[in-house]
């Protein structure tokens, strides 16, 4: 199983599958309540991988999610496009779109023995724009 992970904004910002290696989708809504909630939230949890330009190929994309997450709120651009493929036996099987991202949280991690670093990115979809979230699936690659 592999997955892909495109931000489009003022720039795109493109992961593959050599990056990424856990995503998660979750839908919350309030554990007090005895019926279905108007108070949805979804959130998009991607962790993964910062890997090292060798032999003059490009830098991965993973300083531009450090830079998307400094973007503060006031500004337009903090909200961006996010599609997630999750691909397994050359099909996509899922495809996560959140027209109105968020960065919650981000953080990297580096160590002295892995020789790369980690990152853990926390996304939020714009909560009135909820309706335009598409999950599809049974795509053929």
């Known amino acids: 199983m592999g997955f892909r992970m495109k931000v489009e904004g003022p720039e795109t910002i493109e992961l ?10 979750e839908t919350d809504t309030p554990n007090d309540s005895n019926a279905r909630s108007t108070d949805l939230g979804t959130s ?10 060798v032999d003059g190929e490009e830098a991965d994309s993973t300083i531009k999610l450090a830079q998307w ?4 709120g006031e500004r337009v651009d903090c909200y961006r496009k996010v599609t997630i493929d999750v691909i397994a036996a050359s099909q996509i099987v899922r495809q996560i779109n ?8 981000y953080t990297e991690e580096y160590g002295d023995t892995e020789g790369v670093g980690t990152f853990y990115l926390h996304m ?11 999950l599809e699936g049974g795509f053929q690659e």
Do not use: C, R, Y
């Not at 959140?98 to 949280?105: E, K, W």
């Open 44 to 53: 998009l949890i991607v962790k993964g991988k910062i890997l090292t330009a």
């Open 98 to 105: 959140l027209p109105n991202a968020f960065v919650v949280d």
């Open 16 to 25: 593959g599958i050599e990056n990424i290696l856990t995503v998660e989708f």
């Open 69 to 72: 997450s400094l973007v503060p």
């Open 124 to 134: 939020k979809q714009k909560k009135d724009k909820m309706v335009s979230i598409k």
